[in-house]
């Protein structure tokens, strides 16, 4: 089994910035991606940015440019680091690792953009 512990969320003012960490533990059978997605209330949830073993990283059309993510393999962690947010970046945003067997899920952080 494999968990996965977010950090770094919270209320920040619009045009602020926000550090996500995600650290993965468990029995990981072969590490292909890590990322975030993010629900925001009454929406469906939605892929914000996700990053390979290998490096590639792609990226929502809506943060690119404000959103970076990275990775330490070794620890196991991903990051999104999250620049000039805006209200409509309020949403729950759910770290996920594709180990490829399956996909397993963060709890969640709470990121509040107030206008």
């Known amino acids: 089994q494999v968990q996965l512990v977010e950090s770094g969320g919270g209320l920040v003012q619009a045009g602020g910035s926000l550090r996500l960490s995600c650290v993965a533990s468990?029995?990981?059978?072969?590490?292909?991606?890590m990322g975030w997605y993010r629900q925001a209330p009454g929406k469906q949830r939605e892929l914000v940015a996700g990053?390979?073993?290998?490096?590639?990283?792609n990226y929502a059309d809506s943060v690119k440019g404000r959103f970076t993510i990275s990775r330490d393999n070794a620890k196991i962690t991903v990051f999104l680091q999250m620049h000039d947010l805006k209200s409509e970046d309020t949403a729950v945003y759910y770290c996920?690792?594709?180990?490829?067997?399956?996909?397993?899920w963060g709890q969640g952080t709470q990121v509040t953009v107030s206008s």
């Open positions: 996920y690792l594709d180990d490829t067997t399956r996909i397993y």
């Open positions: 990053i390979t073993s290998g490096g590639r990283t």
């Open positions: 468990g029995s990981i059978f072969s590490l292909r991606a």
